[in-house]
Structure formats: C-alpha cells, structure tokens
C-alpha cells in the first residue's frame, strides 16, 4: 500500500502549527475528529510508504498521535519520504518501527514528543535522514522501552526547540524537555551529523 501525494511536503521553518502556510497536498484532521490517530500501520503491513504529502493534526483532541505502529508479525521494509507531520495533540510518531526508511520528514508542533519509543515497544533496523524535529512539546526523540531497541541510525538530523508551546510559539513551557531522550535499551543507535538546538531541556538527556 502507497500512499502518495501530489508533491513533496514543505519543511518550513515554524514552530508553531498555525504559522503552516497551506499545504499543496495534504490529510487533515477536521475539528470534532475522535480518531485516535491520523494514519495507523497494521501489524500484516509489509513494503509500504508514505510519500510527498503532509500530515496535519490542526491541534485536535487528546493525545491523537500522527503515525502509529502496530507491533508488525513481518519486515516493515518501507519508507517514509517528503512527509510533513505537523500539529497533533499526542505524538508525531509512536509505536515499533522495523525496517524503516525516513528521509526528508519533517515533524514539528506535536504536544507529545515528536518519535516516541516507549512502554514495551521496539525500533529496529530503521534509518532517518535529512529529518527535522522541531517544536515538539515533551521532546524530540524518546528512547524509553523496556523491549530491545538497535540498529537505529540518524543521519543529518536536527532536534530543536522542544518544549516550546505550539500555541505560543516564542514562550517555551515550564517543562525541560530534550532534543534527544535516551532512558530505555537502546543498543547500537548511531546519530551523524546531527545537531540539537534551543531546548528548553538537554540537548541530550
């Protein structure tokens, strides 16, 4: 399954969901939406991708997360490329990930983190690259599983500016949150090239 768009997502310079000038291409979620998610990745899903469209959560609900995983019973194999997820009240995005390309993806404005790995999920054998992370109110990335997670590359990443309100852009929250949040087994990570920058938190934690 491919879901493509018309045209490669914009990754603008914003911190704030809002200030998105409209998207050529895009999936938004309309006010009043009780979705848990906006795209949600089955467990029998192999070989998929997400291409040249942006994601926007346009702040609805609670927690409502952009992409979200099943625990997969096969290889992933897919790729993400040219995605803008923007603006969702939980997540950019949450879940296992196995065998994962991301490149040129830019997640930004979410009130959770924007990658999150927690609770007994695992990331493995997954590659991100040319991918910006900004904006996102409880940290960029989250390392915090209990499962085994390795063999996870970034590559020409930025994490910045976590912990700033999606709906104030220029005042950061109370909360010291991370670029980079590493608290659970991570085993192999390599980060190249990347660089983190005005968070409210650690650059590293």
Not at 29 to 53: E, M
Not at 138 to 163: K, P, Q
Request: overall charge negative.
């Amino acid at each position: 399954v491919h879901l493509l768009g018309s045209e490669p997502a914009g990754r603008y310079w914003v911190y704030n969901a809002l200030d998105m000038p409209p998207s050529p291409c895009a999936i938004k979620l309309r006010p009043g939406s009780s979705a848990p998610t906006l795209v949600s990745i089955s467990a029998s899903s192999t070989a998929w991708s997400i291409r040249n469209i942006s994601l926007l959560g346009n702040q609805v609900g609670t927690g409502v997360d952009g992409i979200t995983f099943a625990t997969p019973t096969l290889e992933h194999n897919s790729l993400v490329q040219n995605v803008a997820i923007v603006g969702f009240s939980g997540d950019g995005v949450r879940g296992r990930l196995f065998a994962t390309r991301w490149h040129n993806v830019f997640v930004a404005s979410c009130k959770g983190y924007g990658l999150n790995c927690d609770g007994s999920t695992s990331w493995t054998d997954s590659v991100f690259s040319n991918t910006i992370v900004t904006g996102n109110v409880l940290g960029g990335v989250n390392f915090d599983s209990t499962a085994h997670c390795g063999e996870i590359s970034f590559t020409d990443c930025r994490f910045e500016r976590s912990g700033w309100n999606p709906a104030t852009p220029s005042t950061p929250t109370a909360t010291a949150s991370p670029g980079i949040r590493i608290h659970g087994n991570l085993i192999g990570a390599e980060f190249t090239s990347c660089s983190t920058d005005a968070n409210s938190g650690n650059g590293v934690d």
